[in-house]
């Protein structure tokens, strides 16, 4: 099977710009969940989404969004970008919704804002 | 709030050496706990999982860990290291409330020398 796909690995925005991401879980897999990570704060949960539902959030600003298609791939949004929002985002997808699957993490996507 | 502590942030051992890992984690219920690594370059992966059962739990690549719940640890060990476990690792949390959300600690970085 694939693994998990994000696209683009790669961007570099100004700040005020907003900034799509896009994540293609596994083959099968039906939750996926964003992170961000720096070196400051390491890896912290942004999101989850299950059956294009967001099910759980992590404490970012409302500026951080996301969604869920019905064939599981999800992109999240940044609007308004600011300096501290340069990191590495990456997405995990498992089979369920479930606290014991394994999260399987795509390569991530660097964004870096100037 | 859940938490997740690894004393060490960066670890030097020659080949052969042995390998001891900690992590603590704050929280009063049920959890789900994971060990993932980063090798150079490439995506974080996971290296073993525990969330019932035997409290000694065995990974990939010699790698073990022990859940010992009064402690709430989850150290991270191998017997002998070799210079491809050169990474950083990542201890992380879920805890059991049905929703898909990791709580990372801040890592740490090994570095073997051949």
């Known amino acids: 099977k694939a693994g998990v796909t994000q696209t683009p690995r790669y961007l570099i925005k100004t700040r005020g710009q907003q900034v799509t991401l896009s994540c293609s879980p596994i083959s099968g897999h039906r939750s996926v969940s964003w992170y961000q990570q720096t070196p400051g704060q390491g890896l912290q949960f942004l999101f989850e989404?299950?059956?294009?539902?967001?099910?759980n959030k992590g404490n970012f600003p409302g500026r951080f969004s996301g969604r869920q298609f019905s064939n599981s791939r999800s992109e999240m949004n940044v609007s308004t970008l600011e300096l501290g929002d340069s990191a590495l985002y990456l997405c995990?997808?498992?089979?369920?919704?479930?606290?014991?699957?394994?999260?399987?993490f795509g390569p991530g996507t660097r964004l870096t804002v100037l | 709030a859940q938490s997740v502590s690894q004393h060490n942030h960066h670890v030097i051992l020659s080949e052969a050496a042995s390998l001891e890992l900690g992590c603590n984690y704050s929280y009063g219920g049920t959890v789900n706990l994971f060990w993932y690594v980063q090798y150079p370059g490439q995506h974080l992966q996971l290296l073993l999982k525990y969330f019932s059962g035997d409290p000694l739990v065995k990974g990939i690549k010699g790698f073990e860990a022990e859940f010992i719940k009064s402690k709430f640890s989850f150290n991270l060990r191998k017997p002998s290291v070799q210079w491809s476990d050169t990474a950083e690792y990542f201890c992380?949390?879920?805890?059991?409330?049905?929703?898909?959300?990791?709580?990372f600690g801040t890592g740490t970085r090994l570095l073997v020398s051949p």
């Open positions: 995990a997808s498992s089979p369920r919704d479930e606290s014991t699957d394994t999260q399987y």
């Open positions: 989404y299950f059956s294009e539902t967001q099910r």
């Open positions: 992380a949390v879920n805890a059991d409330t049905g929703f898909q959300k990791l709580v």
